[in-house]
């Protein structure tokens, strides 16, 4: 019986429950006894009547014997979160913030982290709000074993709201990398963090969504988004924790939650794993990120109107509305009015999403185009340049 399947149990009702469960004993070849039994506890259950000791007896039976099926399953969950455990920190900052003119205040912030290995190095991943501002001395990384260090160095990324510390100390246990471009809306995954300073925490859940963007993060300016969703429980505190997938690997890193009260109402937010660890990289490589420019200006209301008069049996893709003089749209002749239907081989969904392939993409990087141009698809190849020296010249 697949995992799903039993876990999808937990949404049923009382009378479906113990149907599946009947039919399930069936299937693993149990006593009929027990289809009998169970029988009898349904209408007991059911009809909310008395019930008889020999009925109590009867229904303790098929408990016992559902409940050590389904705990065989739930196997699976508890090895994650005690594979993923140790990897997991709890982070202290001292961030400094803007308090009126020539001033700063400083606010104890506090969040989550999970350690990677890297090159034979260790490093903390986390979200750049938890430790904003603050140098290596004002942060304090608690480890899984009660221990506490601090990093030996720091980068941030404000773009993407990611964070990286490099550490050192004896037995670290460093978490596995998973595939985030893999992951299925539906796949079932853990959130591991500190709600509340409440450490390692574990909560379950799915993918409810991918590819979110142009979410309003508060303050916050992220401005290359493409968030996975997740309804796993996430509050303050959860920042910069892992989101993990049932095979115990990485897929993303929680970062945000959708919320009128400012506590989880079901709706979290984590980047992925493998758009983290792009900047990541560059981080630990360079101590900076360097971003590709393409030099367009698209159509943020493109809709199913003008796909309609442009021959597009709905809206999908970037639509063109300018092209920035000497940019690689210039040289590829990109033309106003084109819709960027692929960039790099991958299907552009909209305007938002071409940015954040872009913004993803390594400076200089030769990229296969498709287009639609006059009711036809055109491909074309365009060699990426470096956002800033564009932005400088703006």
């Not at 190095?121 to 986390?126: E, S």
């Not at 892992?242 to 009128?260: D, F, Q, R, T, Y």
Request: charged share 20%; glycine share 10%; proline share 5%.
């Amino acid at each position: 019986m697949p995992l799903c399947r039993s876990l999808f149990l937990r949404l049923m009702s009382k009378a479906t429950l113990i149907a599946c469960l009947t039919s399930t004993l069936v299937v693993y070849g149990l006593p009929p006894g027990h289809v009998v039994a169970q029988d009898a506890a349904t209408v007991a259950v059911e009809r909310r009547g008395p019930v008889t000791a020999e009925q109590r007896a009867e229904l303790y039976q098929t408990l016992e014997d559902h409940a050590r099926f389904l705990d065989a399953q739930a196997v699976v969950v508890k090895t994650v979160a005690k594979l993923i455990g140790p990897t997991v920190v709890y982070i202290e900052s001292d961030v400094s913030t803007p308090a009126g003119r020539n001033s700063t205040r400083h606010v104890e912030e506090a969040g989550s982290g999970v350690i990677i290995e890297q090159d034979d190095q260790y490093y903390v991943l986390t979200n750049r709000h938890v430790i904003c501002n603050s140098s290596p001395e004002q942060i304090k990384i608690n480890l899984a074993d009660g221990r506490q260090i601090r990093p030996a160095k720091i980068w941030g990324d404000a773009d993407t709201d990611i964070a990286v510390m490099r550490v050192s100390a004896p037995d670290l246990v460093a978490a596995r990398l998973g595939d985030s471009n893999g992951t299925e809306v539906g796949d079932f995954v853990l959130a591991v963090g500190s709600p509340f300073g409440l450490t390692h925490s574990v909560t379950f859940g799915i993918v409810s969504a991918k590819g979110r963007r142009d979410l309003q993060l508060g303050d916050a300016d992220v401005r290359f988004q493409d968030f996975l969703q997740t309804d796993a429980s996430i509050n303050p505190g959860n920042s910069g924790g892992p989101l993990v997938n049932l095979k115990g690997e990485i897929i993303g890193i929680n970062s945000a939650i959708a919320s009128n009260s400012g506590r989880n109402e079901g709706i979290g937010f984590a980047i992925p794993i493998n758009m983290f660890m792009v900047v990541g990289r560059q981080l630990i490589e360079r101590g900076k990120v360097t971003r590709a420019f393409l030099g367009v200006n698209l159509d943020g209301k493109f809709g199913p109107a003008m796909a309609a008069e442009i021959g597009l049996p709905f809206p999908v893709g970037a639509r063109v509305t300018g092209i920035t003089k000497g940019a690689p749209a210039e040289s590829a002749r990109l033309q106003v009015g084109d819709v960027i239907l692929e960039f790099d081989r991958i299907p552009v969904e909209d305007d938002a999403h071409l940015v954040n392939l872009v913004g993803m993409t390594e400076v200089g990087k030769k990229v296969p185009l498709q287009i639609f141009r006059d009711r036809k698809t055109v491909n074309m190849d365009v060699v990426v340049g470096d956002r800033a020296g564009f932005e400088r010249k703006e």
